[in-house]
């Protein structure tokens, strides 16, 4: 896919890492109880309308359920995920939630585009990371 290859080359070039895991944070330590927010709310994450997780309803399946997620999946290894999954997958289904960062010199189009903060990313990936 022609589009995947002008991500894989726009991140190679910047600073942000591609492939299996992003191993910097995005910003200051991430808070897992505000993530579980950012994880539930419409108007932030809203990931429960995909994923499915014990003891949240309501819960989509349009992507996997996430229990255990934290020990599965390194921190590095989420905040990928969360930050741009096709980096991982390019067909997947999941919306990158955090592309604009590394894409702002190469294309315009996506400045400011981003769903969730830097911040956000990371209380997501500290929630995510407690889930073991
Ligand atoms: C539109 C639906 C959708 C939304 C919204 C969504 N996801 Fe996903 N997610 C998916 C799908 C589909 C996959 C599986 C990707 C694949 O393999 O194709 C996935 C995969 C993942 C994975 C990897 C799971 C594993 O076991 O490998 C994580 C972690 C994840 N999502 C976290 C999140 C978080 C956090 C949010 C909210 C910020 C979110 N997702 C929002 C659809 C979604």
Do not use: W
Request: with cysteine.
């Amino acid at each position: 896919m022609k589009r995947t290859a002008a991500l894989l080359l726009a991140a190679a070039s910047s600073l942000v890492a591609a492939g299996d895991s992003m191993e910097v944070p995005l910003a200051a330590a991430g808070d897992a109880q505000r993530g579980r927010d950012v994880f539930l709310q419409r108007e932030q994450g809203h990931c429960v309308i995909c994923h499915a997780l014990s003891g949240m309803a309501p819960a989509g399946n349009v992507g996997p359920a996430l229990d255990g997620v934290g020990g599965r999946l390194s921190a590095g290894q989420l905040r990928q995920r969360v930050v741009d999954i096709t980096q991982v997958k390019p067909d997947a289904a999941m919306p990158a939630f955090r592309r604009s960062d590394g894409l702002n010199r190469v294309a315009a189009a996506y400045a400011g585009k981003s769903l969730l903060s830097a911040q956000q990313v990371e209380d997501v990936v500290a929630f995510l990371g407690s889930l073991k």
